[in-house]
């Protein structure tokens, strides 16, 4: 019976079957590829501070949506809650209250729970690291630990160099942290072009680096090897250190997990952060880094501006972890979105216009939509709100006035009649606003 359901995830994985509820598998009817990726992006080569002060109230007013009852949240960036191991989860921090000293309510050590250090780094075996959990500092997601980096590396009036479009999120630390941003020409198959990065490192215009290297948030593309070799060199020979946003990387659709940066580092000048926030359980808040040189400075920053991590949750991750369960539900967990990535695709281009560009994730949960230049994503998330549909419009992902006919929609919700509903009404208010 095993050997049966493995089959048919793999089949649903690959877009062949899809599951109908209360009723089974049946083969699917496939729609043929239409359209192009994403374009190449073009940023202008100038570095932004405080850019487009609006996008704050922007924000919030989206976020709210994601969360009120009855919404259909394309806009939200994590897998459904049914798509993740609940009572597994539960059990393991059960397990974690009676584990831990007075049920948990002690400080952690600062560098983190020490079962979770020891997991985090068994399982970057995988990648052939050689990290020891001696290298690794815990903290409160993947946003604290990028936030951490960067108050280890930069200054205020410092650069950073980013990919284009790059997570909102992102942008907002940056600002937020008084940096500058450099936004990098980013193709939305390969990643940022790094000829261009080289003459920003050789004119001295570059004091750190930020990347998604897997399954970059918005565009899913994952940079070849030998452009993250090439890129770990770059780091080396200007001595830049290179901050590398992990969350995606066991997101993956193909076979093997992809080589994260810190794979090639030598000199340790790569900080490689992770997190289980997009794979596990978003709101346990558990992350890490490995800072590589940087171990002291940023292990004192933390114990000064951000104080112990909980450690309850870090020991209930690390029960999880300490057995085949966390691949077991990876392997489920990447099937489905890879399935879900199809579906949604295919959904688009049934009910988008001709056109429309759609990209080619090879891992995560989110899509970039390039539609015609006259709509404005922006207007129509506007528009979308009385159907209660929220989707994130592409000019949050940039500091320069780009991406105005773009949006990010994520798979992470299952694919189903509610799902096909709102893409289809999607796709019919922008025929309705190219009619006009």
Known sequence: MNTVQQAYYCLE???LVEVRPQSGYYVRTLVERMGDVPRRSAPQAIVHQNRLPDQEPILLRLMRQQREPGWLPFS???????????????????????????????????????DLR???????????????????????GCTAALTLCLKTITRPGDTVAVESPIYFGILQTLRSLG???????????????????????????????????????????????????????????????????????DLHFAPDRPLPCKAFDRQGLVLWCGSVSKTLAPGYRVGWVAPGRYYDELLQIKRYQAGFSPGITQQAIANFLANDRYELHLRRLRQRLKSNCQRYQQSIRAHFPS???????????????????????LELADQLAPHKISIMPGSLFSLQAQYTNCMRLS??????????????????????????
């Not at 020891?118 to 409160?140: C, H, K, M, N, P």
Request: a negative charge; proline letters at 6%; hydrophobic letters at 40%.
């Open 411 to 436: 798979y992470g919700l299952p694919f189903d009649e509610r799902v096909a509903w709102g893409l289809q009404t999607i796709g019919q208010l922008i025929h309705q606003q190219l009619a006009v």
């Open 118 to 140: 020891r997991q985090v780094a068994r399982y970057a075996l995988f990648w052939g690291s050689r990290l020891t959990d001696e290298e690794i500092i815990t903290t409160e």
């Open 179 to 249: 940096l500058k941003v450099l936004e990098l020409p980013t193709d939305p198959l390969t990643g940022v072009d790094l000829d261009v990065l080289e003459e920003h490192l050789l004119a001295g215009e570059v004091q750190a680096c930020l990347l998604v290297p897997n399954f970059s948030n918005p565009l899913g593309f994952c940079m070849p090897n030998a452009h993250k070799k090439r890129l770990v060199q770059l780091m080396e020979t200007y001595q830049i250190p290179l901050i590398e946003d992990d969350l995606y990387g």
């Open 13 to 15: 994985a690959e877009g």
């Open 355 to 377: 056109g429309t560009r759609i990209s080619e994730p090879q891992g995560g949960f989110t899509l970039w939509v390039e539609v015609d230049v006259r709509i404005n994503t």
């Open 76 to 114: 939200l960036s994590v897998p459904a809650p049914s798509l993740l191991p609940v009572d597994k989860l539960m059990k393991s921090f059960q397990q974690a209250q009676r584990e831990l000293p007075h049920g948990g309510i002690e400080y952690e050590q600062m560098a983190g729970n020490a």
